[in-house]
């Protein structure tokens, strides 16, 4: 028999009297010295371990989720660029079968009849569950970057929107370029400069054979050449176009025609005056000029006599197509340009000069 604490009571199977003179056992007696033993339990800890794992699970479940819409919404972009792209194909193909049609005919328009989509410069379409939209530019329109002159470079770049300094690096950058000296301009760059960039290269020193070869030359970047959208005063969003559209490799002639000149290239011409290289480029847009006589007798500001020379109404049968086209309800574009050459009667009704599937889509992504 042991005895517990200083009370020298025995743990038996009788127990001290209890109140009123009764006796009990050891698990009924209510003191401090009671012998209940507590109820011992895991569900607390079971409990958090679920809660756990269902945290667990739903994050799993969260993720698989996730990739699942991110992988549904790349196929889906990925059908869409298809479908642009060939859409952009078809809408070349249509574009070129108009010029062709439009060159072979034998009546010609009158005067009070309107334009077509030729004529204006733009044809759009649809094709599949695509839209198109392909912009048309008889090289004509341009200006030759092999030949043309300093004053008229000059005048270019500014007027596209290139402020100096960078101006003036461009303009002699490019003439140092086309050279074949090594004497650097003031503001340009020869072999030194671009033996200094990675990856080094030389200077041409000779004639451009794609008007691509400018993203070589110091200063320019991809916005001075293809363009960029900005914000107007009024909030709009605006897209201003680059070198790119306004030079050629493919032009041999002087004359510039007017009914696909850009308003930069009319207003680069010696001695043109503003007003009226905007009045001219309004006009031709909403009704092309006949010939040079129309010109000098419905534009209301005078052309000094330097300005006639360089003005043509004369196609050159070589044509910029730069078509855009996306998917109905989706914002994934496809831009294609091309440069085709008319040659009818030949066994080849057209030749591809150029053709470039990677073009930045500047005016998908505006601000």
Known sequence: MKTVGSGQWSVGS?????????????????????AVAPVRTDSGVILIALL??????????????????????AARNAQSLESSYFSARAGIAATIYQIFQKRLMTTVQQSDQTPDPIDLGVVSGTFGDAEYRVDIQDESGKININTISEQQLRALVEASGIAKPDSD?????????????????????????????????????GSLKTVEELLLVRGMTADYFYGHPELAQDGSVTYRYGLSRYLTVYSTRSQINI?????????????????????????????????????????????????????????????????????????????????????????????????????????????
Do not use: C
């Open 259 to 367: 009914n696909f000149a850009a308003l930069p290239v009319l207003m680069s011409i010696p001695d043109m005056p503003l007003q009226a290289a905007k009045w001219i480029y309004d006009r031709r847009r909403a009704k092309p000029f006949k010939d040079i006589v129309e010109v000098t007798n419905d534009t209301p500001y005078p052309l000094g006599g330097g300005v006639l020379p360089y003005l043509s109404t004369i196609q050159a049968g070589v044509y910029t197509l730069t078509a855009s086209a996306h998917a109905v309800n989706s914002k994934a574009r496809r831009i294609v340009r091309t440069v085709i050459s008319l040659t009818p009667g030949q066994s080849l009704q057209y030749q591809t000069l150029y053709w470039n599937e990677n073009i930045p889509d500047y005016e998908g992504n505006t601000p």
């Open 14 to 34: 009788e127990t001290p009297a209890l109140p009123g003179g009764s006796r009990g056992t050891a698990s009924s007696w209510p003191g401090p010295f009671s």
């Open 52 to 73: 756990w794992i269902l945290t667990a699970l739903s994050v799993i479940a969260l993720s698989f989720a996730r990739e699942s819409f991110v992988e549904v919404a």
């Open 169 to 205: 690096i461009i303009v002699d950058s490019i003439l140092d370029w086309r050279d074949i000296d090594t004497q650097m301009r003031t503001n340009g760059a020869e072999d030194d400069y671009y033996k200094t960039l990675i990856p080094p290269y030389e200077a041409k020193d």
